[in-house]
């Protein structure tokens, strides 16, 4: 147990629905990233919040947006869904830009 | 464009026998080199490398960096079944200020009993 938690576990929904994956990361940890990772692209870094702000940005679309909460809790939001959109999608955690703790995933089926 | 290049894709040991995983990289601006070990669902951290040469090691892992030829290493000896995963390399790049993580494919070792 990494100590980075993330509900739903699993989420089924329809083409051009919104959804929200949250994230709480490790006690006093300020980094949290988004990753997602499907089959055939394997693990993809998304963005970035330290302590608030958003830090990098990687491979995220238009469509996605996230944020990190005063009490650092983060949230990733997928709007306009596709069916390429389903995947794991996970969140990491760390105190700075070095080792990352992921949580156990959330993973998006889109029908 | 940047690039992290895992070889190989796949492998298959018995258990005792000795792996070593290869990791290349192109990247602007380097920073770190992670390796993670991915079981059935989320990464677990091994390993954050940042200077060439220096060996890090844990029990029966250890890797190594060598930033001059741009790769590096994942060592496992003495392998056992429950090494099974898929290894993850990972490279930390400075970009205008952020920072990007860039991962490779994985290589997926399979340890036979």
């Known amino acids: 147990d990494s100590g980075v938690t993330q509900t739903p576990k699993h989420l089924i929904t329809a083409t051009g629905q919104r959804v929200t994956l949250r994230c709480s990361p490790r006690s006093g940890d300020l980094s949290v990233y988004w990753y997602q990772q499907s089959l055939d692209q394997g693990l993809q870094f998304l963005i970035q919040?330290?302590?608030?702000?958003?830090?990098a940005k990687g491979n995220i679309l238009e469509r996605f947006s996230a944020q990190q909460f005063p009490d650092l809790h983060s949230e990733l939001n997928l709007s306009s869904l596709e069916l390429g959109d389903s995947a794991l999608y996970f969140c990491?955690?760390?105190?700075?830009?070095?080792?990352?703790?992921f949580g156990p995933g959330t993973r998006l089926l889109v029908l | 464009e940047d690039k992290v290049v895992q070889s190989p894709l796949s492998l298959v040991v018995h258990e005792g026998d000795t792996v070593t995983l290869n990791c290349s990289y192109e990247?602007?601006?380097?920073?770190?080199l992670l390796w993670y070990k991915q079981e059935k669902k989320a990464p677990t951290f091994l390993f954050m490398l940042t200077s060439s040469g220096i060996e890090k090691k844990s029990g029966r892992l250890s890797s190594i960096l060598d930033k001059k030829e741009l790769f590096s290493i994942l060592n496992i000896t003495a392998t056992q079944t429950g090494d099974s995963a898929i290894y993850l390399c990972a490279v930390e790049r400075k970009a205008s200020g952020t920072y990007k993580y860039i991962f490779g494919t994985g290589t997926r070792l399979k340890v036979l009993a």
């Open positions: 990491a955690s760390s105190k700075g830009p070095s080792a990352q703790y």
């Open positions: 919040y330290y302590n608030g702000e958003e830090r």
């Open positions: 990247v602007t601006n380097f920073r770190s």
